[in-house]
Each structure stands twice: as C-alpha cells, then as structure tokens.
C-alpha cells in the first residue's frame, strides 16, 4: 500500500473499560500442572486477564469507556458524526452493535454508525477509517469504540489459549484539528494465511452442529471445539516477528524516522516474548516499550487502546508523545501508525 497521510485530525482522548472478574493464571487452570503454569506465565508475561461475566458483552465495556470519556472531554454525545464498533463479538449476528451504541450513547439519528470485523489490528485499521471520513470533509467528531470479549470465543480448558485471552472495550475520540500533526499509516494483508487463527465452525460456511459443538482433544493437543479459536501458534509467532518487523522496519526508513524521535513503541499485546523479540528487532531499548498484557493479558483489537490508558492515564507530563503503533494478527492484516498524542484525556481504566 502506498503512504498514507492524514492532516488536521487529532486524538482527543481515549478510555478503556475491562472486567472486574481477574483470572490469575498461576493459581487457577489447576487442570495444569504447576510446573506449566510458571512456564506459561514466564513466556507470556501475563500473570492475569480479565473475563467477562456471561451477561456481559463487548458493546457494555465500550459503552461505559465512551460516556467517561464523553464527560470528561465535556462533549455533548449530538456532537459526534459517526460511530466506529470494532470486534469479532459482537451482541448480535444482526443488527451492527454499532446501531445499539447510538441509540444507547444519546447520539442523533444523523450520526453515521457501523461494525467493523477486525481483531488483533482493529485499531490501528480503526483510525484509518476515522481519519479517512474526517479527512474526506464530511465528518468533524468520530468516535472508535474497539474491543473483543474473547474468552467467549476460547475453551476454558484449551492450554494453547488459555493463559493469553482476555476481554476489554475502548473508546476513543478522533476529531477535525486545523494544525495537528500529520498522521502517517500504512497496512498490509495476507488472507492466504486466514486460518492460522481462526473460529473454524459456527459461522455461514460450516453452521453449528451437534459435532461441532463437540469438545474434543484436537490434533494440536489442544482441547476444544470446531466453535472455539484456533490458533497456530509457532506460525503466528513467525509471522509477527518476520512480516510485521519488515513492514515496520521498511515504514520507518521510508519515513525517515530515527528511533531517538520516537517516545514509545505500542505493539498489539499478543505475548511478552513475541513483543519482546519485535521490539528487539527493531532496535527499540525496553524503556520505549510500552506493556498492559501482565494485568490483563492479550484483548486483541482492544489492545493498543488500553495499553495507552494504562500508562497515559498515569503520566504527570502531559506534552506530546510521538508514538509508533502497529497491530497485527488475525486475518492475517497488520498495519503501523506514526502518530503525536499531545495534552489527550486518558482516565483512568474503568473496572465494570
């Protein structure tokens, strides 16, 4: 894809909601060993997630995340001109979630609303899409509303996913700026590889089913159903640390960016390792990284989003950060974001 530039937009802030029901991967899973356990925990560096109670979806904690930040921004919800719901759980097969939110946020009916199926790279996709309707003069006030409840998705005795999975919602704001920095993106997507991580039955192509609803030990070891994620993991772990690092590296030159001008390096949180190695790669020093995943584990699309709330929420100097953001995964798509996070509202993550 060629260069993208985005001008006159900004961040105006952004808020993350998760569970109050902690998993800690230590003393549960007991259906494991000990000795794995303290493994796992050390190859991830996720010492515990959050879990959604089965009465709550991904559209409650990105509802919550948006009206804090609605009234801490002090903006009046018929101010916003679009709508942006990014997951892969949404409340419904129909209608879009994104419709609920609107009606549920007090937006007017002239706001544009729709979902997004993206996961691990919903973010970053997401301020594509947002910057793209401002940009085009249309829209002046978009709000991204991005998060998974996974846990859902994966079998509570699958050991290839368990230690990694957990549920978050964000909410960000992203408006007309007259003199902002630019904003520089770029994406890529290799759906050859679409079922290295996957939910292989359940949907259109291969509908529920008695046997796919069966939980059986699978050729992987892993222990699920076809209505379960899937995840090759070594693969994964192959592609992030080759094609994502190629694209962030070729970004980087072509934009002429030396590492000493950038303040953070954000990664999708899939494992500590996995980031760890990436950051490595790119020569970042570990001060630059910036982590959430040891409290609450991999949340997919959610997972920049929060990662920045946990730590900017935080921070006493609120003058700009120039950030470096890449999501990647599932799909497989993965994109990297140059971006200036100056002055932005980020209270603190909302436990629901």
């Not at 996957?198 to 609803?213: H, L, N, Q, W, Y």
């Not at 970004?251 to 000493?260: G, R, S, Y």
């Amino acid at each position: 894809m060629t260069k993208i530039v985005f001008k006159d937009i900004r961040i105006a802030g952004i808020s993350g909601a998760v569970p109050k029901n902690k998993v800690n991967n230590l003393k549960d899973h007991k259906f494991i060993s000990l000795e794995e356990r303290k493994k796992a925990i050390k190859l991830t560096g996720i010492n515990e997630y959050r879990k959604a109670l089965t009465s709550q979806c991904t559209s409650d904690f990105c509802e919550l995340a948006a009206k804090k930040l609605l009234k801490d921004l002090r903006i009046k919800s018929d101010s916003i001109d679009g709508i942006i719901f990014i997951t892969q759980t949404p409340d419904y097969i129909l209608p879009s979630t994104a419709c609920l939110l609107q009606n549920k946020l007090g937006c007017y009916q002239t706001t544009l609303a729709f979902d997004v199926n993206l996961g691990c790279s919903g973010f970053v996709y997401g301020l594509y899409i947002a910057c793209s309707f401002i940009q085009g003069g249309s829209l002046k006030r978009v709000l991204l509303l991005v998060g998974d409840t996974q846990t859902k998705l994966s079998y509570n005795k699958d050991k290839n996913v368990v230690f990694l999975l957990g549920d978050a919602g964000t909410a960000t704001i992203i408006e007309a700026s007259p003199g902002a920095p630019e904003i520089k993106m770029k994406f890529m997507t290799d759906g050859s590889r679409y079922d290295k991580l996957i939910v292989p039955a359940g949907g259109f192509r291969f509908p529920s089913s008695k046997e796919t609803r069966t939980i059986k030990t699978q050729a992987d070891g892993g222990i699920r159903s076809g209505e379960h994620i899937y995840m090759d993991g070594m693969e994964i772990f192959n592609f992030s640390i080759i094609d994502v690092v190629k694209t962030v590296k070729e970004f980087i030159e072509d934009e002429n960016i030396e590492i000493e001008e950038i303040d953070y390096l954000i990664l999708h949180q899939a494992n500590k390792f996995m980031t760890d190695k990436i950051a490595k790669k790119l020569m970042f020093s570990p001060e630059k990284v910036l982590y959430s995943l040891d409290y609450y584990g991999n949340t997919s699309c959610a997972s920049i989003p929060l990662t920045i709330v946990h730590h900017f929420s935080k921070m006493q100097d609120k003058s700009y950060k120039r950030c470096l953001l890449s999501g990647f995964g599932v799909g497989l798509s993965w994109g990297v974001v140059d971006i200036l996070l100056e002055d932005i509202c980020c209270p603190p993550v909302i436990e629901y």
